[in-house]
């Protein structure tokens, strides 16, 4: 905010004070809202809301399809996916301007004022209002050079014994969950990794040069599996697909350019994400 902080804690002192209540309980360690103090906070929320759905009318993003749209998105999926999709938006719609976000961590919609998101895995209970647009299967592959060398595994189980590579990532839970056909009983491997790694684009790599098996979103390594670089394996074991939603904050009124983009955009990634449900 570039605000000293002296002069915020004068501010919310002398708002207290005219309201006649504690917003902000303060310990030696933290600071944390009162019940009034949140109550305030969301009430500030939606008059500011407000005003801002207002501004935005009044310089006619209700009426025609103009000014900035912001978007979030996981990286490799924004870059591959995403990205060409915008370009194509763009060069219909030249009164419309975007601003891309590009990361694998989830952002608040609301706080950093974003349009729409792009989002992998369920979602909450919120008030957002997702479109879901298709589904990444969680596959485990190796290097055909490593399949060689150590044998293809027949259940998740031999995994334990086997080198990997984990991904340890927002999208992907540490834990190797598979699901038995025969039973439907969902099992964890314990996995005791020779390296960890905090990039997808990481443990691919490692995964190409055949330093072990690896666990990943499919789209992570479609790329690698269609040079034939990396194998599949243990795909009567996968779990339920990850679900990819298109999420945006509900509005009583869509501004235009957050329609037209939905509009153009979701049957386009449907296409895109459909090849990622299908059996390998």
Same mark, same amino acid.
């Given at each position: 905010?570039?605000?000293?902080?002296?002069?915020?804690?004068?501010?919310?002192?002398?708002?207290?004070?005219?309201?006649?209540?504690?917003?902000?309980?303060?310990?030696?360690?933290?600071?944390?809202?009162?019940?009034?103090?949140?109550?305030?906070?969301?009430?500030?929320?939606?008059?500011?809301?407000?005003?801002?759905?207002?501004?935005?009318?009044?310089?006619?993003?209700?009426?025609?399809?103009?000014?900035?749209?912001?978007?979030?998105?996981?990286?490799?999926?924004g870059r591959l996916y995403v990205l060409p999709e915008i370009m194509n938006f763009l060069?219909?719609?030249?009164?419309?301007?975007?601003?891309?976000?590009?990361?694998?961590?989830?952002?608040?919609?609301?706080?950093?004022?974003?349009?729409?998101?792009v989002r992998i895995g369920r979602l909450p209970d919120s008030n957002m209002i997702a479109?879901?647009?298709?589904? $990444? #299967?969680? &596959?485990?592959?190796?290097?055909?050079?490593?399949?060689?060398?150590?044998?293809? =595994? +027949?259940?998740?189980?031999?995994?334990?014994?086997?080198?990997?590579?984990?991904?340890?990532?927002?999208?992907?839970?540490?834990?190797?969950?598979?699901?038995?056909?025969?039973?439907?009983?969902?099992?964890?491997?314990?996995?005791?990794?020779?390296?960890?790694?905090?990039?997808?684009?990481?443990?691919?790599?490692?995964?190409?040069?055949?330093?072990?098996?690896?666990?990943?979103?499919?789209?992570?390594?479609?790329?690698?599996?269609?040079?034939?670089?990396?194998?599949?394996?243990?795909?009567?074991?996968?779990?339920?697909?990850?679900?990819?939603?298109?999420?945006?904050? $509900? #509005?009583? &009124?869509?501004?235009?350019?957050?329609?037209?983009?939905?509009?153009?955009?979701? =049957? +386009?990634?449907?296409?895109?994400f459909s090849r990622f449900t299908k059996s390998a």
């Amino acid at each position: 905010m570039n605000v000293p902080v002296a002069t915020l804690t004068r501010k919310v002192t002398d708002l207290e004070e005219q309201l006649g209540t504690r917003l902000l309980m303060r310990t030696t360690r933290k600071l944390s809202l009162t019940d009034a103090g949140l109550a305030y906070a969301v009430t500030a929320r939606q008059i500011l809301d407000l005003v801002s759905e207002q501004e935005r009318e009044a310089t006619g993003e209700f009426t025609a399809p103009r000014g900035e749209l912001a978007i979030t998105t996981p990286v490799r999926l924004g870059r591959l996916y995403v990205l060409p999709e915008i370009m194509n938006f763009l060069a219909l719609f030249p009164e419309i301007d975007v601003k891309l976000t590009q990361s694998d961590r989830n952002v608040d919609l609301v706080d950093t004022h974003v349009d729409v998101a792009v989002r992998i895995g369920r979602l909450p209970d919120s008030n957002m209002i997702a479109t879901r647009i298709g589904a $990444f #299967r969680t &596959v485990v592959c190796a290097s055909p050079a490593l399949l060689r060398e150590r044998g293809v =595994p +027949r259940t998740p189980a031999e995994l334990a014994r086997l080198p990997c590579v984990m991904y340890n990532g927002p999208m992907l839970s540490p834990d190797w969950t598979f699901r038995y056909p025969d039973t439907g009983l969902l099992v964890t491997v314990p996995i005791s990794p020779r390296l960890q790694v905090s990039s997808a684009d990481s443990a691919v790599d490692a995964a190409v040069r055949g330093f072990g098996f690896t666990q990943l979103l499919h789209y992570h390594v479609a790329e690698a599996i269609d040079a034939g670089e990396l194998e599949i394996i243990l795909d009567a074991f996968e779990v339920d697909p990850v679900p990819i939603q298109l999420v945006h904050v $509900f #509005r009583s &009124v869509m501004p235009l350019k957050l329609r037209r983009f939905l509009d153009f955009v979701t =049957p +386009r990634l449907r296409e895109s994400f459909s090849r990622f449900t299908k059996s390998a």
